[in-house]
């Protein structure tokens, strides 16, 4: 008798990302204070770290959220929450991102919360990124998808012409993000706009181009994330992988 083969269980990419966010909270320590990332990935870790104040496994947790909705999450779900002014050194954050390069260099801002982000990873002491493999890329901006920016409103037109001419070699198209359903200009926590950039080539040097942009006024800050993540967790069909720095 032949016995079957047990076909190897496929996982979802939001099961990949579930998978990298509870081994992140796993770094975790009682009376840490904690930055709390924005999107579907982070979305994850803030359940299991509630779950896990729930069961008495974690205490004395304070986290500083990253966006208004991660606020709302971590209200509606009791985690104590607190920001910079009162807590300007975190223990720890945890956040996901939309492009993790071999040095860990990240994009981040697809859904928009790129400044608090930077703001509050900035500030903390350890950075773990959470991602499922389809994030990983061999250089940031050569996937074809979009680098944010965050600008102010004023005159956006000139500062997305300004943006491109920085990268005018790099065949780089820049696009105010608007909101789908009423095509109105979407707009940031912080009341601000963003714009889209894509690149036909390599950007070139990442440090360089973000000297570049930040130099521009009316740009806020953009979403590349240099030289910040302190640890790398991804969640691929292999299993799951732990890069530190
Ligand atoms: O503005 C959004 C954030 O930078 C997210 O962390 C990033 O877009 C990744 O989101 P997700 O975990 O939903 O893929």
């Known amino acids: 008798m032949v016995t079957p083969t047990p076909s190897?269980?496929?996982?979802?990419?939001?099961?990949?990302?579930?998978?990298?966010?509870?081994?992140?909270?796993?770094?975790?320590e009682s009376g840490m204070v904690l930055g709390l990332g924005t999107g579907s990935t982070a979305k994850h870790a803030i359940d299991r770290i509630a779950e896990l104040l729930r069961i008495g496994?974690?205490?004395?947790?304070?986290?500083?959220?990253?966006?208004?909705?991660?606020?709302?999450?971590?209200?509606?779900?009791?985690?104590?929450?607190?920001?910079?002014n009162a807590h300007?050194?975190?223990?720890?954050?945890?956040?996901?991102?939309?492009?993790?390069?071999?040095?860990?260099n990240l994009v981040k801002g697809r859904g928009?919360?790129?400044?608090r982000e930077k703001m509050v990873e900035a500030a903390s002491k350890?950075?773990?990124?959470?991602?499922?493999?389809?994030?990983?890329?061999?250089?940031?901006?050569?996937?074809?998808?979009?680098m944010p920016v965050e600008i102010v409103p004023f005159c956006w037109e000139f500062t997305l012409r300004r943006l491109e001419m920085l990268?005018?070699?790099?065949?780089?198209?820049?696009?105010?993000?608007?909101?789908?359903?009423s095509s109105e200009p979407y707009?940031?926590?912080?009341g601000n706009y963003i714009i889209d950039l894509y690149f036909k080539s390599d950007m070139g040097d990442l440090k360089e181009a973000s000297d570049a942009i930040l130099r521009l006024a009316g740009v806020v800050e953009h979403g590349?994330?240099?030289?910040?993540?302190?640890?790398?967790?991804?969640?691929g069909k292999l299993g799951v992988f732990v890069t530190n720095k």
Do not use: W
């Open 88 to 104: 300007p050194i975190l223990d720890l954050a945890i956040d996901g991102a939309d492009e993790v390069d071999p040095q860990m």
């Open 112 to 115: 928009g919360s790129l400044l």
């Open 187 to 190: 707009v940031t926590d912080n």
């Open 167 to 181: 990268f005018i070699e790099a065949g780089c198209v820049g696009k105010l993000r608007v909101v789908r359903e």
């Open 57 to 84: 496994k974690l205490k004395n947790i304070v986290g500083i959220p990253t966006s208004s909705i991660t606020h709302e999450q971590a209200v509606s779900l009791g985690i104590p929450l607190s920001d910079l």
């Open 126 to 146: 350890k950075f773990i990124v959470i991602v499922d493999e389809s994030k990983l890329v061999s250089h940031l901006g050569g996937t074809g998808l979009a």
């Open 224 to 235: 590349m994330f240099l030289d910040m993540a302190t640890t790398v967790i991804v969640a």
């Open 8 to 28: 190897p269980v496929i996982l979802s990419q939001d099961e990949l990302k579930k998978i990298a966010a509870y081994k992140a909270v796993e770094f975790v």
